[in-house]
């Protein structure tokens, strides 16, 4: 599984494909028991089981799962597909990069487990299913799926990275399931020698929907992948009602971006200190020198007049913001190290014109009491952070907008009206939504209510 947060670091050394329900996932490096480099077998006898059995529990306290999910986890031994740690290491709660870009980024990894599981209970996974998996990575994933289809089902994997499908069929038939088919290709085109699928899934991100991704659906069938919406990546649950796509379920999540044909026009610019980037989801070239600037001065503070919130909360503030202020721009400062408030921030840009100069400005929390000595994931006011000439106007805007958001009952990836048709046919009709035109097909997203 293909998956990244935004960090350039060591092999297996950071948290990457995660359940992303803040604005923007923070970035942590893993446990510091995970050897990098080590293979998986020497962390002693017996104890992956062990391990693997506590990753099982965590994942059941975590959420609500299914017996079939729960179990599959419990018996596939992650570190035979994740030798970049530890043994032990392996069955930690993280996602762990498994091959870097010339230019340092991630370009794959093994995602986080909870991430995993969110999204195979989106899809619905039942013995017998035909599956395909778009974005093999280590592997690890398809094992899972395996595990819960069963003999009588099938999995395909297919990935565009030739060394990753080589390592992936090997880890395969180690840990015992030889069975899942792995081709190299453009998952963009699906895999039509074995279609049709019950279900698919995408494990990176997508800024358009393939048509071969549905077209190779059996009648019925559910498409899971996590797609971009205005720089918010969402893994959610398409199905056919009424002949028309919609979203059954979505949820928060990071993914390295898809490559190959159908990748989208994201665009990563360096910005200053060295180390820092800016990815913007339309493509878009910005004022780097701007934006540089504007991040190296001091941040002006607008607390939104809502009750305290918990960081997993504020995921929903950010979307809904998101998707109501199409004048500003979205974008993800990416950093291998710099000051903690620009570390995987999100923000919207307000670009510069007669009547506002340049700001930028994204969510925080503030904390309460003694910097440091907050609970962490304790409740805490809503901060907008704004940056450079125009940020504390456009804080305070945002500000105000998060007390319309608190009244309007909070609106998030939960209850999110999401529908996608064909690029050229009709949407169907809702006030409060967002359309978003991609190559192949339009995305309409919001809350019809708000």
């Not at 359940?19 to 002693?44: F, I, K, Y």
């Not at 010339?102 to 990894?109: A, C, L, N």
Request: glycine share 12%; aromatic share 4%.
């Amino acid at each position: 599984m293909s998956a990244c947060t935004a960090s350039m670091v060591e092999l297996g050394k950071v948290v990457n494909g995660m359940n992303a329900g803040g604005p923007s996932p923070a970035v942590s490096p893993a446990d510091g028991t995970g050897e990098s480099g080590r293979a998986g077998g020497q962390a002693g006898p017996g104890r992956p089981d062990a391990a693997r059995a506590r990753l099982a529990l965590t994942l059941r306290e975590r959420g609500p799962l299914s017996r079939a999910v729960l179990a599959a986890f419990g018996s596939v031994p992650r570190h035979l597909f994740v030798t970049e740690v530890a043994a032990e290491a392996a069955y930690q709660d993280e996602a762990f990069v498994i091959k870097l870009g010339p230019d340092g980024i991630p370009v794959s990894s093994s995602s986080q487990p909870m991430m995993m599981a969110i999204m195979l209970e989106q899809l619905g996974l039942e013995p017998g299913h035909r599956v395909l998996e778009v974005g093999t990575g280590s592997g690890y994933n398809a094992a899972v799926m395996a595990h819960v289809t069963g003999t009588a089902g099938s999995v395909v994997t297919v990935d565009i990275d030739s060394e990753l499908v080589h390592r992936a069929r090997a880890s395969l038939a180690a840990a015992g399931y030889g069975r899942v088919i792995v081709r190299r290709g453009d998952g963009g085109y699906g895999e039509p020698d074995y279609a049709p699928y019950d279900r698919i899934i995408v494990t990176a991100g997508a800024w358009d929907v393939a048509p071969a991704w549905l077209d190779q659906l059996a009648p019925g069938g559910r498409l899971v992948l996590p797609l971009s919406v205005r720089g918010i990546q969402l893994s959610v649950a398409l199905e056919c009602r009424a002949g028309q796509w919609m979203a059954a379920s979505a949820s928060r999540c990071s993914f390295v971006l898809m490559a190959g044909a159908f990748a989208g026009p994201e665009t990563i610019m360096p910005l200053r200190p060295a180390g820092l980037f800016a990815q913007v989801e339309d493509g878009r070239r910005l004022d780097t020198s701007a934006l540089s600037a504007a991040l190296a001065g001091a941040a002006a503070g607008a607390l939104a007049e809502v009750p305290p919130a918990r960081p997993a909360q504020l995921g929903d503030l950010d979307l809904w913001l998101a998707l109501t202020e199409p004048g500003l721009v979205r974008v993800l400062l990416r950093a291998a190290a710099g000051p903690p408030a620009v570390l995987a921030f999100g923000g919207l840009v307000c670009c510069p014109s007669p009547a506002a100069p340049f700001a930028i400005a994204g969510l925080a929390l503030a904390e309460p009491g003694p910097p440091g000595q907050a609970e962490r994931g304790a409740p805490a006011r809503v901060l907008m952070r704004g940056y450079g000439p125009g940020g504390l106007a456009l804080a305070a805007h945002l500000a105000a907008q998060a007390r319309r958001w608190h009244d309007i009952g909070r609106p998030g990836a939960a209850d999110l009206t999401l529908a996608v048709c064909p690029a050229g046919s009709a949407l169907p009709p809702g006030t409060g939504l967002m359309v978003l035109t991609r190559p192949n097909v339009r995305v309409a997203a919001g809350w019809p209510a708000s």
